[in-house]
């Protein structure tokens, strides 16, 4: 019961038929609380100080109570705001992952394709090395033999070329058709050491340098131009008493570096056949 309203067992009399009334107070429905007016033969005693200190302590709680709420609320708000913040950045994140990861992932293939064709490669090389070996040790036996073979037959080994110096006399042109015949043709002279080789041989011979086709134009047989030169003093001169010396030997009583000289084709000399094998 609340302080200062008392009850008695038969029922409430009054002499207003609307001793009972509905009141909305603060937007809550009470009965009986201001329209009912208590009467003294009832023996009911009300107190409307008591009233108003009830109510006015329940009012205080339930604002107390909505402050609180509502301060939950705007907690509650602001940590659903910071979860959805944090919510973006994570699923900003986690694209920003995902594209990280399709991009290693098409390098990863790109890398893998790489490895796989340079893998390929490898083998194809393996292979050509394996041809290459095989065939390197075929082409040595048969030089080995050739170079037995062309010893043999009275040939000798400079540098990278084989030398054949003849036994008997021909004109260059002969001398010329004998190297061809032998799977050669006669010498062209490219460096000072190769010149000193055959200058020591101590032969007058031919050797493979005219200018029969252009005079004064001097060309190896392989139709390459001169460069390199080995001519003695005052030649080539053309003084044969014919007017023509198209051809050019090596004479073996110069100095190796300058024994040069040109003569009559038609003159018979030894000659040097070259073989490069």
Known sequence: MSEGVYEIQDRFEDDEPD?????????????????????????????????????????????????????????LTKERDQLQTSYNTLTK???????????????????????????????????????????????????????????????????????FLSTESKTWKESREDCLKRGADLVI???????????????????????????????????TPLTTRYWNDKQPDSEDPSGEEDCVEIHKDWIPLTAWNDMSCDKKLNWICEKVV
Do not use: C, H
Not at 45 to 63: E, I
Not at 192 to 218: A, C, H, P, Y
């Open 19 to 75: 001793a009972m009334k509905n009141t909305d107070i603060d937007g809550q429905l009470y009965s009986n609380v201001i329209a009912f007016k208590p009467s003294p033969r009832d023996g009911v005693v009300a107190s409307d100080d008591g009233v108003s200190k009830s109510f006015l302590a329940y009012k205080t709680n339930s604002s107390a109570e909505i402050e609180q709420l509502q301060t939950s609320y705007n907690n």
């Open 93 to 163: 994140e986690k694209d920003q992952l995902q594209t990280s990861y399709n991009t290693l992932t098409k390098e990863r293939d790109q890398l893998q394709t790489s490895y796989n064709t340079m893998t390929k490669e490898r083998d194809q090389l393996q292979t050509s090395y394996n041809n290459l070996t095989k065939e390197r040790a075929n082409l040595q036996t048969e030089r080995d033999f050739l170079s037995r073979w062309l010893t043999n037959l009275g040939w000798q080994k400079f540098e990278s070329s084989w030398y």
């Open 189 to 223: 002279i490219n460096s000072d050491m190769e010149q000193t080789f055959l200058f020591n041989l101590k032969k007058r011979v031919w050797i493979g340098l005219t200018d029969s086709v252009n005079e004064g134009t001097w060309k190896w047989v392989d139709d």
